[in-house]
C-alpha cells in the first residue's frame, strides 16, 4: 500500500512542501488540508521580495533563490508570478544594512552600497546610507497557484478540511505522515507549541506603471512593484489579530511613503490586503512520533511553520528540510513492513 502523506496548509509553505513531496516520493498518496479559500489565506497578498531577516536562515534563502533562477530561466513570469527586480532599502543605521549584506549579500546580485551622489540624486531627504541589489519577487496570488497547479499535475489531492490540535484524527483515518505547514495556526496544531504569535500586515496596491524599483525606508515602508500594481507598505503589528483595514492605516502607511517617495503622491488605490504573518523566535521543523490515544497507532507528525515575514524567500528551502525528514520516515516504515 502506498505512504499516505497529508499535508496542512495551502499557503506558500503548504504548496512547496507537498510539490516537492511529489518529486521526491511519486509513490505515495499526498493530500494537501485546506480549511479556507485561498484568497482568505496569508499567502494570497504578498509581492514576495527576497529578503532574509535572520542571518541563521541563509542556507535556506540560498536554495530558495536558486529554485527562483532556475523559474526565471525556464517558466513564463505571467503564470508563475516570479520575477527580477532592483532597488535600494535606505537606513540611518550602517549596521542595519551591513547586516542584510552578512544575510543575503552574496546570494543576491548586484549587492553594494550606494556612494554619496547616488544618495543625493536618487531620494529627497534621503538616509545615510542606502543598498542596491536585484533579486526574486514572487507575487503570492500567482506563485502559490502555479505551486499547488505543478502539485495537481503530479497527482497531489486538495481537500477542505479542518483539522484539530494534536493530529492523532488525521492519522486515525489513515494517514500514516503528516506535516503541519498550519502557518499561524501551527502552533495549536502541534498541540504543543504556545510560541508562535500574529505580526498584522496591512499593505496597499496602486496604481503606478511607472515605478519599476523596490523602494525601502528601513524594514517597514517601502514599495514594491507587481505586474499590474505596485504595493505600499506596510503596516506591522505583533500580537493583533484583527484584519480590517482602517483609514488610520490607510494615512499612516501613505503619509510615511509620500515623504520617502514625493512622487507617488495621490496615488490610486487599487487593491488592499491585510493578513498575519505566523510570527515565532525560530522556524520550527522537526519530526515527532506519536500515538494515538484512540486506535494506539503510531505516526509520524513533520513540524514546518513559523516563518513570519519571509515565508516566501525561505518558503523553498524549508520545504526541502522538511522533506527530508519525511523520506526518512517514510523509508523506516517501508523497512518494517
Known amino acids: 500500500m502506498p505512504t499516505k502523506i497529508a499535508v496542512i496548509g495551502e499557503g506558500v509553505i503548504g504548496c512547496s512542501t507537498a510539490l516537492q513531496l511529489s518529486l ?18 496569508c499567502s494570497a497578498g504578498p509581492a514576495g521580495l527576497f529578503r532574509i531577516d535572520d542571518e541563521a536562515n541563509r542556507a535556506y534563502g540560498k536554495s530558495t533563490f536558486a529554485w527562483f533562477a532556475h523559474l526565471h530561466r525556464t517558466e513564463k513570469g505571467d503564470a508563475t508570478g516570479v520575477k527580477l527586480l532592483s532597488g535600494h532599502i535606505q537606513s540611518d543605521s550602517r549596521e542595519r544594512l551591513e547586516q542584510q549584506q552578512r544575510a543575503y549579500g552574496d546570494i543576491v546580485y548586484n549587492f553594494r552600497f ?13 538616509a545615510r546610507h542606502c543598498i542596491h541589489y536585484t533579486a526574486f519577487a514572487s507575487e503570492g496570488n500567482k506563485y502559490v ?34 506535516v503541519n505547514c498550519g502557518g499561524l495556526d501551527g502552533g495549536v496544531l502541534a498541540g504543543d507549541d504556545d510560541t508562535v504569535y500574529p505580526i498584522r500586515g496591512v ?32 503596516v506591522k503589528q505583533d500580537n493583533r489579530f484583527d484584519l480590517q483595514i482602517t483609514d488610520i492605516d490607510r494615512k499612516d502607511i501613505l ?8 512622487a507617488m503622491r495621490d496615488p490610486k488605490i487599487i487593491g488592499e490586503w491585510s493578513g498575519l504573518r505566523p510570527g515565532r523566535k525560530s522556524i520550527r ?53
Open 203 to 234: 499593505v496597499l496596491d496602486v496604481d503606478a506603471h511607472w515605478h519599476k524599483h523596490f523602494n525601502y525606508k528601513d524594514f517597514i515602508t517601502f514599495t514594491i512593484p507587481k505586474e499590474k500594481s505596485v504595493v505600499i507598505g506596510s
Open 114 to 126: 550606494l556612494d554619496d551622489r547616488e544618495i543625493k540624486d536618487l531620494f529627497p531627504n534621503p
Open 145 to 178: 497557484p502555479y505551486l499547488k497547479s505543478r502539485c495537481l499535475s503530479n497527482g497531489v489531492l486538495f481537500k477542505e478540511q479542518k483539522v484539530a490540535p494534536g493530529l492523532a484524527e488525521l492519522a486515525d483515518t489513515d494517514y500514516d505522515v503528516i
Open 255 to 262: 503619509e510615511r511613503y509620500v515623504a520617502l517617495h514625493p
Open 24 to 41: 521526491a516520493l511519486p509513490d505515495a498518496q499526498i493530500t494537501v488540508l485546506f480549511d479556507r479559500p485561498f484568497g482568505e489565506t
Open 285 to 337: 521543523i522537526e519530526k515527532q512520533i506519536k500515538k494515538s490515544e484512540k486506535t494506539g497507532k503510531e505516526y509520524t507528525v513533520i513540524h514546518h511553520y513559523g516563518h513570519g515575514g519571509n515565508g516566501f524567500t525561505l518558503g523553498w528551502g524549508t520545504a526541502e528540510e522538511a522533506v527530508k525528514l519525511v523520506k526518512e520516515s517514510v523509508l523506516d516504515r517501508r523497512s518494517k513492513l
